[in-house]
């Protein structure tokens, strides 16, 4: 399914097999499920996407053919440094946004490579796994836990993998807000209950079955963002891509409280008062994800055990998904199911 134009439906047609070439996996997609930055890339709110573009960050697949081993630069600095993971021809693998970065920029150097100068993003960037075959760089594709189909692990590979990054920027707070509470709230919240977290959970001014929900998985308070907690935050993150969310978060906050924004576009953020942000309030967001922030989130997935819920659809429905995801009308996490 190929994005030709901005603000286009993809059209389903034959592309050329890809070709893996020096470091790089063939992988033949499984799934592939749909995240909020694919409509952000159809839609042109995000900057220079690869044109004609194959969309899709959350990759799942067996590796059907392995390029010439790669013997390019290894990351440099000893504290980032990660061998890169090793795969076989028929290993289950899982390709997430972060698709590939130079290893020697400032950023890259200093364990940051999230921020990596040059770096690469499937489906945005790359081509990714809206096909029935992707490539991608055996350094940064992940082994999945076994415990979870292709289907339900998909959502992982990127709701998972940056909520987790946005979580972990929380630090040690007892109080953590969630404003928007879909797919990557749904994950990190369950996570943060296994941790002990007392969970926050703001929804749209009204929404009563999210807000049940929310309750049902552990929160100790659903609301409105419209609303005040009955406790002062020592966190929230923002999912949603609004940003009137900041000043109300922002007010939500106990001194020294941090607001992590977890999006990668979001709406202007309308100015507020001084005073919201003094006592040391912090705002910060979160930009794509590195290899550790993948590692340390397979790892605890399957002990809390972090559940997904999916819709799926056909390939050739990927227009069907994104017109439902655009409109607020997906029950669930969509997920494309290719040669599943
Ligand atoms: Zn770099
Ligand atoms: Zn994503």
Redesign the pocket.
Known sequence: MVLNELKRPLELRDVAKPKPGKGQLLVRVSTCAVCRTDLHVVDGELPDPKLPLILGHQIVGRVEEIGEVSDGPQQPDSRVAKAAPIFAIGDRVGIPWLGW?????T??RSGR?NL????RFTGYTLDGGYAEFAVADAGYCFHLPERYSDVEVAPLLCAGLIGYRSYRKTGSARRLGLYGFGNAAHLIAQIAIYEGRELYAFTRTGDKATQRAAKELGAVWAGGSDELPPEKLDAAIIFASVGALVPAALRALAKGGVVVCGGIHMTDIPSFPYVDLWEERVITSVANLTRRDGDEFFEIAPRVPVRTYTETFALEQANTALDQFRAGKLGATAVLTISE
């Open positions: 970065t130079d290893g020697d920029c950023y890259c490579e990596c100068d040059n770096a």
